[in-house]
């Protein structure tokens, strides 16, 4: 067969010739009455529902008694939420015909919005790909591209005239062995006869083996698809991502394998004229960044067997069209072990976006969260519709997952775990709506591994509990930390103060942000104390911190403890605390304050101390809220007053601290009253 292309108007570099040489002056048109052009700003819940403005109800205004009265858009760019700039970078590179650069967190609908792509994608005319024996040199197969559902009829074609000629073939050879076989009776020499009649039968068997290797390989068959083709190859061996020409044992004899017969397609071939997606792009090896460069750069790629041990090794196909749309997404880290050539290539011919973790909550947003729901029970198909009390608890889930107050999390992929396991719940149950009850009881087992084994450790870390809620003792403090992602518990640290060289020695397994927090730590204490500690080792205890402690959010604690044990003034052991410190003693901002209060509040803590620009992040469970007392601070001074008892040393102390304070505010102003830059 000759080698003949259909490409079509291919691409360069990613740009059809159609898009690429004329400014399209339709791209900003609003979208047409009555056609899904939108990217899923309007929230379309059914012809039944009302909405009521009413910035109070959690499922901001929508008047449904359950998830069966919301409607689902039909198409995926209108079932992501949240993430509006993305949608409409979507929109734009599938008209296009632009590649895209995803990077956030995972679960935020990076592989969704890919998948929508393939809805959008202007209709073109996909292609069938064969792949023929090449006669002049068999190592070298030909390409050959055909409309689709064209090459299933050409590989039919040549399969019954195959079968025409081998059945020809078999007719002679059964004649020629009959005659030959009679002949030999006649002559007397049967031995001879049965000889040359097995040499005949191998010869034939020979020759169909010859016909058979002119019939085509379908490469890439289109022809039941209707829609542009999704590949995703995240985690893909070199092999599946470029295509690959599988081993052949047998390699002469008559009994090899048409080297055409071996070819594999690679993801980039069966993307063709669709989207190739790859999640965390950085895992990809180098070779095949460069490789995939290339096919990006040219729109066709060669096919060669990947492994040098392999005889497909020495297969290497002509040129095979692999015009895609790349969608690369990854996490923040991402960026770093990705060829820089191979980002330089998609930010020349298209987008890098950003993707939001979390979003304003607003009863729009509220609505199109109810909407989620209905989209996972749909999707799903096999769970029950919830309830309006139930789509409320999972609102609120998802503002207390945010951790920021006034907003909503948009790592949906852990949030649609919460909504199928309250429905398996609910179904287990023969429930017919899945209820408030349900999701409370999902989001006590949703939990991931790292949580369950978080649990696990503070379970047992309360049965050799040391914490203490009542009384005051010096140096010795209530500290908070979060295990996991999730789970707060309260770590007591101790200092003591002995004679020495003026060293700060704290023990357990600190890690590197948490020694540099000493540090700054021991700052404050020479500033705001009136001992020489020049002469003094000051130790610190972080006791049952076996796995080690990270980050500096016990900066305060450390502060605390270390400054009472210095001028020996107890410390409330009812108060708890968490925050960063700097070097001037304010306290910054830490991670995790909602759940380190709840963990204080189920010890018996009366009293949480927290940084003031964390107070806006403070989102505990109701049956948390009566039992304790947040108290948001700014200053180590604030801190010292709360916590220190015993009114004159505690007075005397705090009075010291404010002066100090006084005296640096002071230090931080420029004439003019303006602040200096920090």
């Known amino acids: 067969m000759s080698n003949e292309r259909d490409t079509g108007d291919r691409p360069v570099d990613g740009v059809s010739e159609s898009s690429g040489s004329e400014p399209d002056d339709t791209r900003d048109e609003p979208p047409q009455e009555g056609s899904n052009d939108g990217f899923g700003s309007d929230v379309d819940v059914g012809f039944d529902a009302e909405i009521e403005e009413d910035e109070d109800d959690l499922l901001g205004g929508l008047r449904v008694e359950s998830t069966e009265d919301i409607k689902v858009p039909e198409k995926l760019v209108d079932q992501v939420i949240g993430q509006d700039h993305a949608q409409?970078?979507?929109?734009?590179?599938?008209?296009?015909?632009?590649?895209?650069?995803?990077?956030?967190?995972?679960?935020?609908?990076?592989?969704?919005?890919?998948?929508?792509?393939?809805?959008?994608?202007?209709?073109?005319?996909?292609?069938?790909?064969?792949?023929?024996?090449?006669?002049?040199?068999?190592?070298?197969?030909?390409?050959?591209?055909?409309?689709?559902?064209?090459?299933?009829?050409?590989?039919?074609?040549?399969?019954?005239?195959?079968?025409?000629?081998?059945?020809?073939?078999?007719?002679?050879?059964?004649?020629?062995?009959?005659?030959?076989?009679?002949?030999?009776?006649?002559?007397?020499?049967?031995?001879?006869?049965?000889?040359?009649?097995?040499?005949?039968?191998?010869?034939?068997?020979?020759?169909?083996?010859?016909?058979?290797?002119?019939?085509?390989?379908?490469?890439?068959?289109?022809?039941?698809?209707?829609?542009?083709?999704?590949?995703?190859?995240?985690?893909?061996?070199?092999?599946?991502?470029?295509?690959?020409v599988r081993h052949d044992p047998f390699q002469s004899g008559g009994m090899e394998t048409p080297s055409h017969d071996r070819v594999e397609a690679g993801g980039i071939h069966k993307s063709h004229r669709g989207v190739l997606f790859i999640d965390e792009i950085n895992t990809l090896d180098v070779r095949s960044q460069q490789h995939l460069m290339t096919a990006i750069q040219e729109g066709e790629f060669s096919i060669t067997g990947q492994s040098e041990r392999s005889s497909g090794a020495m297969v290497q196909t002509e040129p095979v069209p692999c015009d895609f749309i790349m969608v690369a997404a990854g996490n923040r880290d991402a960026l770093e072990n990705m060829h820089p050539a191979l980002r330089s290539r998609i930010k020349g011919y298209g987008y890098e976006v950003f993707m939001d973790d979390t979003i304003e909550d607003t009863p729009e947003m509220r609505r199109k969260y109810a909407r989620f729901v209905a989209q996972e029970v749909e999707n799903d198909g096999r769970l029950p519709h919830f309830t309006r009390e139930a789509v409320e608890e999972v609102i609120l889930e998802a503002k207390r997952r945010s951790g920021r107050k006034g907003h909503l999390t948009l790592l949906f992929r852990s949030l649609g775990g919460l909504v199928r396991v309250a429905g398996d719940?609910?179904?287990?149950?023969?429930?017919?709506?899945?209820?408030?009850?349900?999701?409370?009881?999902?989001?006590?087992?949703?939990?991931?591994?790292?949580?369950?084994?978080?649990?696990?450790?503070?379970?047992?870390?309360?049965?050799?509990?040391?914490?203490?809620?009542?009384?005051?003792?010096?140096?010795?403090?209530?500290?908070?930390?979060?295990?996991?992602?999730?789970?707060?518990?309260?770590?007591?640290?101790?200092?003591?103060?002995?004679?020495?060289?003026?060293?700060?020695i704290a023990t357990g397994k600190l890690q590197e942000i948490a020694q540099e927090s000493v540090q700054n730590v021991s700052a404050i204490i020479k500033k705001f104390t009136n001992q020489d500690i020049n002469e003094l080792d000051v130790h610190i205890q972080f006791l049952q911190s076996y796995e080690g402690v990270e980050g500096d959010s016990a900066s305060i604690s450390i502060?605390?403890?270390?400054?009472?044990?210095?001028?020996?003034?107890?410390?409330?052991?009812?108060?708890?605390?968490?925050?960063?410190?700097?070097?001037?003693?304010?306290?910054?901002?830490?991670?995790?304050?909602?759940?380190?209060?709840?963990?204080?509040?189920?010890?018996?803590?009366?009293?949480?101390?927290?940084?003031?620009?964390?107070?806006?992040?403070?989102?505990?469970?109701?049956?948390?809220?009566?039992?304790?007392?947040?108290?948001?601070?700014?200053?180590?001074?604030?801190?010292?007053?709360i916590a220190l008892v015993g009114e004159p040393e505690k007075d005397g102390l705090v009075d010291r601290l404010k002066q100090i304070t006084t005296a640096l505010e002071r230090d931080r102003q420029v004439p003019g009253g303006s602040p200096a830059p920090q």
């Open 88 to 244: 409409e970078i979507v929109r734009k590179a599938a008209k296009q015909r632009r590649h895209i650069l995803m990077i956030g967190s995972p679960g935020t609908g990076k592989s969704m919005l890919a998948k929508a792509m393939t809805q959008l994608l202007p209709n073109e005319d996909l292609q069938d790909v064969l792949i023929y024996h090449n006669p002049d040199d068999g190592n070298e197969p030909k390409v050959r591209t055909v409309p689709a559902g064209k090459g299933e009829q050409i590989v039919d074609a040549h399969k019954e005239e195959a079968r025409k000629r081998n059945t020809m073939r078999t007719i002679l050879m059964w004649l020629i062995i009959i005659v030959i076989l009679g002949y030999s009776l006649f002559i007397g020499n049967i031995l001879l006869g049965i000889i040359a009649a097995a040499i005949i039968y191998l010869a034939f068997k020979y020759a169909n083996r010859g016909s058979d290797a002119m019939i085509p390989n379908l490469l890439i068959n289109n022809a039941d698809r209707t829609t542009a083709p999704f590949e995703d190859v995240t985690g893909a061996h070199a092999g599946a991502l470029l295509g690959d």
């Open 559 to 641: 502060a605390t403890a270390v400054i009472s044990a210095l001028e020996e003034i107890p410390i409330a052991q009812d108060v708890a605390m968490t925050g960063s410190l700097s070097v001037r003693g304010d306290v910054l901002p830490v991670g995790g304050v909602t759940h380190k209060i709840e963990a204080a509040a189920k010890a018996g803590i009366d009293t949480v101390i927290i940084p003031k620009s964390n107070e806006q992040d403070v989102m505990i469970e109701d049956e948390y809220k009566e039992q304790i007392e947040v108290i948001p601070v700014s200053h180590i001074s604030e801190v010292l007053d």
């Open 425 to 504: 719940i609910a179904r287990s149950e023969d429930a017919e709506f899945t209820t408030r009850d349900h999701v409370l009881q999902a989001k006590k087992r949703s939990r991931s591994i790292e949580q369950q084994l978080a649990d696990t450790f503070i379970e047992r870390y309360s049965d050799y509990d040391m914490t203490m809620n009542e009384g005051g003792v010096v140096g010795r403090v209530n500290g908070l930390a979060v295990m996991g992602d999730d789970s707060g518990i309260v770590k007591p640290i101790m200092a003591e103060v002995t004679q020495g060289h003026g060293e700060v």
